[in-house]
């Protein structure tokens, strides 16, 4: 498309195996990610072999989103490096001396360094009335994997969503591939209506491998018995404007690994 910017044509141009063909719309998707995973117990400085293992993880990403009615495709493909070249442990030290918090003592017995990768794929199906008004209600329902050392695992889910002016998108959980405003969408007119909602989501993963639970893939290093089966519920409130949203949520997930002493409990924003 020659109004793509130059470096999205160039992109395309070396993932064409990966672009979608054949649908109303697509868009292509650039991410950043860095993830640090640590035990409860920052005083620590030994191995902690009933919890799970420290770790960091520094990731790029290019998805792209292919959209025909209410029915959206997703792919991601997700590279980096998980172990002390992420810099988890300066970047958390930072962190907590300008909160004022404890550093946490036991980064000596982090993963070590892995090149990694995944692929991500999800598929989307949005149910709403024939009848629009102002008020009105949608539900997402969702299903795929991913496939790599990072991780992998077969998914599937779905969210509820009730509010005034719905946003025309596939949801509004941030967590998951195209579960925010990445996804195409056929009403984003920067001046339309204030927007709000109430969302309920849930996701259901069966994980084969997991980094950051099972531990390096080729070289000795600490480990947990991982769960096999996953669950998560979420609930949240968001507000659209144009081409913007804000979402929060509070979501409550069942324990990722055997001994494991409290059931994740986090927030987005």
């Given at each position: 498309?020659?109004?793509?910017?130059?470096?999205?044509?160039?992109?395309?141009?070396?993932?064409?195996?990966?672009?979608?063909?054949?649908?109303?719309?697509?868009?292509?998707?650039?991410?950043?990610?860095?993830?640090?995973?640590?035990?409860?117990?920052?005083?620590?400085?030994?191995?902690i072999v009933d919890d799970r293992p420290y770790a960091a993880a520094l990731l790029?990403?290019?998805?792209?989103?292919?959209?025909?009615?209410?029915?959206?495709?997703?792919?991601?493909?997700?590279?980096?490096?998980?172990?002390?070249?992420?810099?988890?442990?300066?970047?958390?030290?930072?962190?907590?001396?300008?909160?004022?918090?404890?550093?946490?003592?036991?980064?000596?017995?982090?993963?070590?360094?892995?090149?990694?990768?995944?692929?991500?794929?999800?598929?989307?199906?949005?149910?709403?009335?024939?009848?629009?008004?102002?008020?009105?209600?949608?539900?997402?329902?969702?299903?795929?994997?991913?496939?790599?050392?990072?991780?992998?695992?077969?998914?599937?889910?779905?969210?509820?969503?009730?509010?005034?002016?719905?946003?025309?998108?596939?949801?509004?959980?941030?967590?998951?591939?195209?579960?925010?405003?990445?996804?195409?969408?056929?009403?984003?007119?920067?001046?339309?209506?204030?927007?709000?909602?109430?969302?309920?989501?849930?996701?259901?993963?069966?994980?084969?491998?997991?980094?950051?639970?099972?531990?390096?893939?080729?070289?000795?290093?600490?480990?947990?018995?991982?769960?096999?089966?996953?669950?998560?519920?979420?609930?949240?409130?968001?507000?659209?404007?144009?081409?913007?949203?804000?979402?929060?949520?509070?979501?409550?997930?069942?324990?990722?690994?055997?001994?494991?002493?409290?059931?994740?409990?986090?927030?987005?924003?």
């Amino acid at each position: 498309d020659p109004c793509l910017p130059r470096l999205a044509r160039w992109v395309n141009g070396y993932l064409n195996a990966l672009t979608p063909e054949g649908f109303e719309q697509q868009n292509m998707v650039a991410t950043f990610a860095h993830a640090i995973f640590t035990p409860t117990d920052f005083t620590r400085s030994d191995l902690i072999v009933d919890d799970r293992p420290y770790a960091a993880a520094l990731l790029v990403g290019l998805g792209y989103n292919a959209r025909n009615g209410d029915h959206l495709r997703t792919t991601q493909l997700q590279f980096g490096i998980v172990g002390p070249s992420a810099r988890g442990e300066q970047v958390q030290n930072e962190v907590h001396k300008m909160l004022g918090d404890e550093p946490f003592q036991g980064w000596d017995n982090q993963l070590r360094d892995e090149p990694v990768f995944r692929i991500v794929h999800e598929r989307m199906r949005r149910f709403s009335p024939e009848e629009k008004g102002t008020w009105g209600w949608d539900a997402i329902t969702h299903y795929g994997g991913s496939l790599g050392n990072l991780a992998t695992y077969a998914n599937a889910g779905a969210e509820l969503r009730f509010g005034r002016h719905l946003p025309d998108d596939f949801g509004s959980t941030p967590l998951r591939p195209a579960g925010e405003n990445t996804a195409p969408t056929r009403s984003r007119s920067p001046g339309g209506p204030v927007g709000f909602h109430l969302f309920l989501t849930t996701d259901a993963r069966w994980v084969l491998r997991d980094i950051t639970l099972d531990g390096n893939t080729w070289k000795d290093s600490h480990s947990v018995d991982k769960k096999s089966f996953v669950g998560e519920v979420g609930a949240g409130l968001a507000i659209t404007k144009g081409r913007w949203k804000f979402a929060l949520a509070r979501y409550y997930r069942s324990r990722e690994f055997e001994g494991q002493q409290e059931a994740p409990v986090f927030g987005s924003f």
